[in-house]
């Protein structure tokens, strides 16, 4: 590796930069440098735009190379978003890395999921909390303590619905290397969706035998991923 990449994640709906925590110190101890993006349309009404014209102005201002990591719905504001002259690659995690006119809800058959409630130009994941905590902890390794599910599941806020309805306009995984990371053992985004995805994109397969969020489950097996994703985009 020629050097050190700039790595700059992109967290998925209803959660915050906070969701990456467990991987940071172990890319800080490889000598990288990292960053996390609070998307805007999380906790408000604001559109897909908002949140891809908050990542280019982090990538105006973000040391190069950068490798920009786009996790379930950030693959949205990465992929319209990502074709930056600083990056050097882009990593989907269990992401929508769709192709222009598509949108999040569109791309799931155009209507939402039942336990995704929607009111007041938001969406919550379930109606109530029980039922978010259902959802969370599904997404858990056997043996989880019940108590992790329900500490998850209070840190979540309404996503915009314009963000989940509103189309791809820029499709950077058309002149940027990408690499999708595909979760195997998802509940939330089906694995075949997945493939399907990377495939179209052309994106190089990584499969990691985790849930949605393989960088909670299992912290040393996703920076394993992305520096063989490293490796491989600074050459």
């Known amino acids: 590796m020629s050097q050190n990449p700039h790595v700059l994640l992109v967290h998925g709906a209803w959660v915050g930069g906070w969701e990456f925590a467990p991987i940071v110190p172990a890319l800080q101890a490889l000598g990288w440098t990292v960053e996390t993006l609070e998307l805007p349309s999380t906790g408000s009404t ?83 909390r029980e039922e978010r905590i259902a959802m969370v902890s599904a997404d858990f390794p056997p043996g989880t303590p019940p108590e992790a599910g329900e500490q998850l599941a209070d840190m979540f806020r309404p996503q915009s619905l314009a963000s989940l309805t509103d189309t791809v306009t820029k499709v950077a995984w ?9 979760t195997e053992k998802d509940v939330l985004v ?36 992305l520096s ?3 490796a491989s985009a600074l050459v």
């Open 46 to 128: 604001g559109p897909l735009a908002a949140d891809a014209a908050a990542l280019g102005d982090r990538l105006d201002h973000a040391e190069a190379p950068v490798l920009l990591v786009g996790h379930s719905y950030g693959g949205m504001p990465v992929t319209e978003a990502g074709d930056h002259p600083s990056v050097v690659g882009i990593v989907y995690v269990a992401a929508f890395a769709l192709d222009a006119g598509e949108s999040v809800r569109g791309s799931v058959g155009g209507e939402f999921p039942p336990e995704w409630h929607v009111a007041g130009g938001q969406v919550t994941l379930g109606a109530t």
């Open 228 to 230: 063989r994703v490293a």
């Open 174 to 182: 058309r002149t940027k290397p990408s690499w999708y990371l595909l």
């Open 190 to 225: 089906p694995p075949a969706f997945q493939q399907a995805l990377a495939e179209r994109a052309g994106s190089e397969i990584i499969r990691l035998a985790t849930g949605h969020a393989p960088f909670q489950e299992d912290p040393q097996g996703f920076v394993d991923a």
